[in-house]
């Protein structure tokens, strides 16, 4: 664990992070795609050590959308390896940390030799309680909506479909690499998320940077649509 981060915040929020950036961070040293999201897996790895340090309950991130099958077939191919060798390397560092992992999105479509991996690493992490790590693996939000929704018995009402989606609110959620939008990354569960968008490229984001986007976030007045506390107060 980083013990030169300066302060701890105090209750576990949930945050979600969209990794964006491993491209160009390779493009920019003439490198392969593959080394982009190579040194995004460590990043990743940082940035848990980081979260767990900094007091964050729950950390969902997107590792691969449902619309990443349209990329090359190389890559993708290379990301679910990249996937099952992470797992590999990380699972006994999670458990001995106290990161309980969970899976989210679709299993149907992984390949065959990804799926004992992910069950075993969930099975072994269950006992943590220090942080919840989600990778969304095959995920969209819509897909997740529609799916929740046509389940039989499904009840329409906000309760029900958040119960279904098994997922809670997100708190704050990061985007890096400087893009601006959601991608279909858990468009119920950021109803009132803080946004927070940063250039920093993913391979290059560290617990510096995870600290600095806490401290806008506990900066930030939430209101839920309320008013300002000191409105509200005077009447
Ligand atoms: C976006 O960068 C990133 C992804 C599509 C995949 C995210 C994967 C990782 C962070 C590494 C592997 C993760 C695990 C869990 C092992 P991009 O390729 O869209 O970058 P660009 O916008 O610069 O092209």
Known sequence: MNRSVPYTFPCGIHAAII????????????LPRLAGHRA?????RRT??????????????????????????????????LLRTWLRSEMRRCVDNGVRVTFIGRRDRLPRLLLPAIEECESRTAPGA???????????????LLEAARRPGATANRAALSHALGSPDVDLLIRTGGEQRLSDFLLWECAYAELYFTPRLWPDFSAEDLSQALAEFYARERRFGGLPAVVSSRG
């Open 48 to 81: 848990v050590e980081a979260a767990v340090d900094q007091g964050i309950g729950t950390l969902t991130v997107y590792a691969f959308s449902s619309d990443n099958w349209n990329r090359p077939k190389e890559e993708v191919g290379a990301l679910m390896q």
């Open 40 to 44: 995004g897996a460590e990043a990743l």
């Open 130 to 144: 220090r942080l919840h790590l989600r990778l969304a693996v095959d995920y969209s939000a819509r897909d997740q």
């Open 19 to 30: 990794m964006d950036g491993n491209g160009r961070w390779a493009l920019r040293r003439g």
